[in-house]
């Protein structure tokens, strides 16, 4: 995630006149994210949501006499985590229980935060990893909350292909449920998404796919199967869907426009490759084979139905 530059008026005053300062805002080649603070709005636009999130967060400590410390959602973008339909326009903070007071723009929580519990991020006083995630899994939807925990187990756990420290993970949760039991709400909830969340998911999409899933009736759902390739180096596929005897794959679009993920490939050629991929799985396992993508997640009725093009079902 690259970082958007904040701009502070005393700094762009410099440089340009108030009413200069002024047009700019007017005419949106700049964008004021609090009163003082500013980015040019061609980087704003073009940048993810995580980004901003976080921007939002460095633009209320720039104007806060003492810096706050984010949590929660804001907490988890500063950490490099994916945020799915979660509040991208306020910043989430924790605060002592007396103090008082709100400010626009800011979801305020109040709690004590135990030592260890608070790191420095580029500048940013942040909750720690574990604590964010005990945070919103407490508070968050349970769609929202699993992809955050998924992703920090991710980060943490998943050293390369095939390769997850089960034992890590699950001190993981354990610690973050330690921390939701000492808040008088939310524990049953918590305790709820740390159990299902599994690092091996790679993307926010197989999060709500396994959610999904799940809701359709699928019970045996293995991550990431490894399976016999044409050389030295096996296949990955997203999911294996025992109940059925078949495969599922999650296939976000970006795969397709990701300069990373093309590493100098045309889209034409990657998705080739893809194809030349799923024809040997299907040959050499004699499985089903499904792929879908985000207009398949909305509902579990609407991946039933995908499912159901490829004859896949869950038990009855």
Sequence with gaps: MTPLTLLRRDELLDAITPR?????????????????????STAWNAAKPEARVVARAQALAL????????????????????????????????????????????????????????????????????????DVARTATFEQAVTVADAALRQQFVTGPDEYDFEGAERFRQESLTIAGRSAHGLTRARRVLEFADGRAQLPGESISRIRLREIGFRTIRLQVAVPGRGMHPYYVDF?????????????????????????????????????REDWIRGTTQRSYARWGWPHLATAA???????????????
Aim: with cysteine; aromatic share 4%.
């Design 20 to 40: 200069q300062l002024t047009a700019a805002v007017a005419t949106g080649a700049l964008t004021r994210l609090r009163l003082g603070v500013y980015v040019e």
């Design 63 to 134: 104007s806060c006499p003492t810096p706050p410390v984010v949590s929660h959602e804001t907490a988890a973008a500063s950490h490099g985590l994916p945020l799915y339909r979660a509040d991208r326009h306020r910043v989430h903070v924790i605060t002592p229980r007396a103090r008082p007071g709100a400010a626009g723009g800011v979801i305020r929580h109040r709690g004590e935060l135990a030592e260890g519990e608070v790191i420095e991020i580029d500048g940013l006083r942040v909750t720690s990893l574990v604590r964010t995630v005990s």
């Design 240 to 276: 294996g869907l025992e109940d059925a005897n078949a495969f599922g794959e999650f296939d976000g679009a970006i795969k397709y426009v990701d300069g990373k993920i093309l590493d100098g490939r045309t889209s034409s050629q990657v998705f080739d490759e893809e194809k030349q």
């Design 302 to 316: 609407d991946l039933r139905a995908r499912l159901e093009d490829f004859s896949i079902r869950p038990p009855r």
